[in-house]
């Protein structure tokens, strides 16, 4: 069963920085790197949002939200994709998962981490 975790949430103060971090488990690193992944997120109340996406060959979208805030990366290596964010708002706040980019391959989510962003 391949499993994602996400680390790196946090309490941050408006403005500030924060780096989550998926690890990839479950799976090698050659089926890891052919994976488009994708980080969404959910707040209270409301339905989860496509963030980011990055395929294997790292071509990056982002949603307009985040455009020019957030980046995001992967080390296939590692197994791993990141999440940069920098220049945080209060909007910004909710639970962050990452999966697989396709609608049609997710893997069951996980906790995801959450980020609250506040004075």
């Known amino acids: 069963q391949v499993r994602l975790v996400e680390s790196g949430g946090g309490l941050v103060q408006p403005g500030g920085s924060l780096k989550l971090s998926c690890a990839a488990s479950?799976?090698?690193?050659?089926?890891?790197?052919?994976?488009?992944m994708a980080w969404s997120r959910q707040a209270p109340g409301k339905q989860r949002e496509l963030v980011a996406t990055?395929?294997?060959?790292?071509?990056?979208t982002y949603a307009d939200s985040v455009k020019g805030r957030f980046t995001i990366s992967r080390d296939n290596a590692k197994k791993m994709v990141y999440l940069q964010m920098n220049s945080l708002k209060t909007e910004d706040t909710a639970v962050y998962y990452c999966?697989?980019?396709?609608?049609?391959?997710?893997?069951?989510w996980g906790q995801g981490t959450q980020v609250t962003v506040s004075s």
């Open positions: 999966n697989d980019a396709r609608p049609s391959n997710l893997r069951p």
């Open positions: 479950g799976t090698s690193g050659t089926i890891f790197s052919i994976w488009p």
């Open positions: 990055i395929t294997g060959g790292r071509t990056t």
